[in-house]
């Protein structure tokens, strides 16, 4: 059982109900547009990326609170004291393939936990070792503007982009000196399978700049481009000296992902993310132990770690033999998770299960995660008021919020299929609310009068 949530916290009322009723439009297409590469003098994007993808952004903010903001930094806090466990670490380890025994010392990345606000506070639905959108996050952020007087303080400043943007080349150069001290880091492959054809295609083109800018050559590649000899990885004549990994084939085993997973085995590569990581954080059979508390209370924990887990991470439990009559009466109560799962792919919600469905949950490898239900939105689609649900994620760097985003859709799952959702700004609300109070409790306007 969860412990009793807290009371309402200064400034999650206005937050919400910002959410709920203020129609602002902070994205000037212009400034992402230039954010984007898409000038007349950068040829490194093309307009033409984004016109298939045309909900990758939406043009509304997300209020969070900034109580919300620190339950969510306390969750991520807590986690970190329990990876550090060497009985938890040992565990993860234990029962993942025996690539993720190697240790070389990197970290794995940045990480992205995705949160649900729910009305117990910030819910944990899971984490990621190879988040997407961060560097579409900091180009977001650059093209804010306000739309009513209220809202102005509260926009990022491009400076914090900026600060967001040399953060992420930072933590790649960090990465490279876990593993190979003062050597120097010249070259960097971004790697996924049929990079032009994923989604996020044009984000790998953005992060060329960044690492160019501080002195790095960064090519796009697919593993089968790859090739393992004279104990070096090597793409297009040369060796490679750091993957960025944006693999989903989280342990290597693809026939394909050879000549990768020899060179990372051999240390021959600093890899970030990597297997081990996605072992310590992302397989979601974690879930379960973290918000175990007969799980928890035996490494030994601080109490008060205990207790923010428990708050923060919905009950989540193996999908088993011994449990499936009684998770099947339940399952309305659940969402079904693959344990190697990754997008919302092969996850089902419960109250739409079928039969056919279950018996293939059954023979695989699944986790039931008690259903939080998604916050909402408010926004005027093509004059259209419209709800749409809401995720929050959390960019996190050696324990450590980097930077939140939020990402609008409908349906089951994050999808960027649907109009006017995608990667969305987050504006935090102060804990002294005065603004937000006097500027909502306005005898002759609300929010959709102060911003509409």
């Known amino acids: 059982m969860k412990p009793s949530p807290q009371a309402t916290a200064p400034g999650a009322d206005i937050a919400a109900a910002l959410n709920r009723a203020c129609l602002c439009r902070t994205l000037d297409a212009s400034r992402l547009a230039a954010a984007l590469g898409l000038t007349a003098d950068a040829a490194a994007l093309h307009a033409a990326l984004w016109r298939e993808r045309p909900h990758a952004f939406a043009a509304t903010p997300v209020f969070v609170s900034a109580h919300q903001a620190r339950a969510m930094a306390t969750v991520v806090a807590a986690i970190e004291t329990t990876v550090a466990q060497p ?10 393939p025996a690539i993720a025994g190697h240790d070389h010392g990197p970290r794995g990345a940045f990480l992205g936990y995705d949160f649900h606000l729910g009305a117990d506070g910030p819910q944990l639905i899971e984490v990621n070792t190879n988040p997407g959108g961060a560097l579409l996050v900091t180009a977001l952020a650059r093209a804010q503007q306000a739309c009513c007087s209220a809202a102005e303080p509260f926009l990022s400043p491009t400076g914090s982009a900026d600060r967001q943007e040399q953060a992420l080349v930072e933590m790649f150069r960090e990465e490279w000196r876990r593993q190979r001290g003062t050597r120097e880091l010249r070259r960097i492959a971004i790697v996924d399978d049929a990079p032009a054809e994923q989604y996020l295609y044009p984000e790998f083109l953005l992060f060329q700049r960044p690492f160019a800018a501080h002195g790095l050559t960064a090519a796009i590649a697919d593993p089968g481009e790859l090739e393992w000899r004279g104990d070096a990885l090597w793409h297009a004549g040369h060796t490679v000296d750091l993957v960025y990994n944006r693999l989903t084939d ?74 499936a009559d009684a998770l099947w009466a339940g399952r309305r109560r659940y969402f079904f998770k693959p344990a190697a799962g990754h997008g919302g792919k092969a996850a089902y919600r419960g109250d739409k299960l079928t039969r056919r469905v279950w018996t293939e949950i059954l023979g695989a490898d699944y986790i039931a995660q008690e259903t939080v239900a998604p916050s909402e939105r408010a926004l005027s689609v093509d004059g259209d008021a419209q709800r749409l649900k809401l995720d929050v994620r959390a960019y996190v760097r050696d324990g450590a919020i980097l930077m939140l985003a939020a990402r ?15 990667f969305a700004p987050v504006v935090v609300v102060p804990d002294n609310t005065t603004t937000f109070a006097a500027w909502l409790g306005a005898a002759d306007h609300g929010p959709e009068a102060a911003c509409g």
């Open 250 to 323: 989280f342990y290597l085993e693809a026939p394909a992902h050879a000549a990768l997973r020899a060179a990372y085995a051999a240390g021959a590569v600093v890899m970030t993310p990597h297997p081990r990581a996605h072992a310590l954080y992302a397989d979601k059979r974690n879930l379960v132990w973290l918000s175990d508390p007969e799980f928890l209370r035996g490494l030994a924990l601080p109490a008060a770690t205990v207790e923010t887990l428990l708050r923060g991470v919905p009950c989540s439990v193996p999908v088993e033999a011994a449990s």
């Open 408 to 422: 609008l859709y409908k349906g089951q799952t994050t999808n960027f299929r649907t109009p006017g959702g995608g």
């Open 87 to 96: 009985g938890y670490r040992a565990a993860a380890v234990a029962r993942a």
